[in-house]
């Protein structure tokens, strides 16, 4: 239930704050968060589509598993890089969506070998 309403929250807070700013700590945490809930949701719901037989057990089960929650861990990554870049403002959706699926993946990875050795 939290996912889904994760999904909700973050579309009121990008339709009711169009100019958002990085640069309140507090206000980014929510959004940090309730973002990486909408990217969770969003990646889950087409794994699942895809994947009817989705297992814990094999490998392949794994790496989807792994893919799906570097969406949520690649916003922490993502809270590095908007410190650096303290004017960065959702104007600019394109560059949001490349730079979050691109740290997924980095830390994608990390999760997924702290997975495999558990």
């Known amino acids: ?27 980014w945490l929510l959004s940090a968060a309730a973002m990486s809930l909408r990217f969770g949701v969003t990646h889950f719901r087409v794994l ?28 922490t990554h993502f809270r590095v890089l908007s410190t650096a870049a ?10 949001w969506l490349l730079s979050a699926a691109a740290m997924s993946l980095r830390f994608g990875v990390a999760h997924f070998r702290v997975l495999s050795i558990a």
């Open 86 to 95: 303290l004017r960065f403002s959702f104007s600019s959706a394109y560059f």
């Open 48 to 75: 699942s589509i895809a994947a009817p037989g989705f297992r814990f057990g094999g490998a392949h089960s794994w790496l989807l598993s792994a893919a799906a929650m570097s969406l949520c861990f690649g916003v």
């Open 1 to 27: 239930m939290s996912l889904c309403f994760g999904f909700t929250h973050f579309r009121v807070l990008s339709t009711a704050a169009l100019r958002f700013s990085f640069s309140s700590a507090h206000s």
